[in-house]
């Protein structure tokens, strides 16, 4: 079958390390079944991999995409939940132990799989299991956020923060945020931001919890932007994971920082439900071909998406 696989890792030029052709089709396997793949999301996590984070060379080589809808074994439409929690070991997200979603078939454990909501196309409906899921526990389990509270997201052109904006909005929170990009500033706007301001911009008010998942480059300006006692959700560190600390700031204001990664089974389900009961749709940048992957990292990778990039099959 073809597949997208990482056979090298490479932290300085990941690209190198991504091969496209055939591999084997998985074997069947008790308990899992294999899912004929329709539409498969990019995720910052398949560069981390080609990158060597999360991952060893001893893994390679390993098909990527954490992300996936399609039709399994029974007929049914199905999306994929991402986290595998096999009772041998601690579990992983799809192309950390098990391969990922960019094939024409991916095996996966029956019970990672949840009903692809009817209102969504393929392609949106690949977008939901990582970067769609962790914005969603982001505010809805972990910032304490009520409706009318201020909410700003970092980075707003990114995969998880064009969730964040979409499902903060139907939440019925102010919603700020930031970019690098006047365009994607603007383009914020269009989908839902009451305001956008350039990345570091001093805000009109402090927020009541700030969405973070740039990391080192907009670190500071979480912290200095937050209310006393406010709330940051960090799920991600695109720009570097070792920014200045501000730790006078964080115990003298009483700033609660909270980690947060991907989402459960239930959650995706009611991410499902929300998509079904109202008009909240995943953004979509673009969509390719699974067979020009190769175009669709390179975007990511230069920072130039906003939304999430889907391939096809
Ligand atoms: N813990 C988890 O479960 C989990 C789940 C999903 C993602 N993540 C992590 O979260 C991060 C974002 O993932 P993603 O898929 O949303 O990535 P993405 O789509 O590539 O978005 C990254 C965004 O970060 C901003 N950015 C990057 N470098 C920056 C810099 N130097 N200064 C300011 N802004 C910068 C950009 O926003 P602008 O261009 O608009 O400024 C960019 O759009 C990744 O590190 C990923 O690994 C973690």
């Not at 499902?272 to 975007?299: H, I, K, M, Q, Y």
């Amino acid at each position: 079958m073809f597949a997208v696989s990482a056979v090298r890792i490479d932290p300085k030029d990941p690209l190198s390390g991504l091969e496209l052709g055939e591999r084997d089709e998985p074997a069947p396997r008790a308990g899992w079944t294999a899912v004929t793949v329709k539409a498969a999301a990019l995720n910052h996590h398949d560069l981390w991999t080609l990158r060597g984070v999360g991952i060893t060379e001893d893994k390679l080589p390993m098909i990527l995409g954490c992300d996936g809808a399609g039709v399994d074994d029974d007929g049914n439409e199905v999306i994929i939940h991402s986290v595998i929690d096999p009772r041998d070991g601690k579990p992983s997200i799809l192309t950390e132990a098990y391969d990922g979603t960019f094939a024409q078939k991916v095996l996966v454990p029956k019970a990672n799989l949840v009903p692809k909501p009817a209102a969504l196309s393929w392609e949106q409906a690949a977008c939901l299991p990582t970067a769609w899921l962790t914005a969603y526990r982001m505010l809805f389990r972990n910032s304490g956020l009520r409706p009318g509270d201020t909410v700003l997201i970092q980075g707003a052109g990114g995969g998880v923060a064009t969730a964040a904006i979409v499902l903060a909005r139907a939440a019925g929170f102010r919603v700020w945020t930031t970019s690098r990009s006047e365009e994607k500033r603007a383009r914020a706007v269009e989908l839902g931001a009451h305001a956008a301001f350039a990345s570091g911009a001093r805000l009109p008010e402090r927020v009541d919890a700030v969405m973070e998942t740039v990391g080192a480059a907009t670190w500071s300006h979480s912290v200095k932007s937050l209310r006393p006692e406010g709330t940051i959700v960090i799920s991600g560190a695109t720009s570097g994971a070792m920014p200045p600390a501000e730790l006078t700031r964080i115990f003298f204001l009483q700033l609660r920082i909270v980690g947060s990664t991907m989402g459960s089974l239930d959650e995706l389900k009611a991410l499902a439900r929300l998509c079904e009961a109202t008009d909240v749709r995943p953004v979509v940048d673009s969509v390719l071909p699974l067979s020009e992957a190769r175009t669709g990292f390179a975007r990511m990778e230069q920072g130039e998406a906003f939304g999430k990039i889907v391939f096809t099959l």
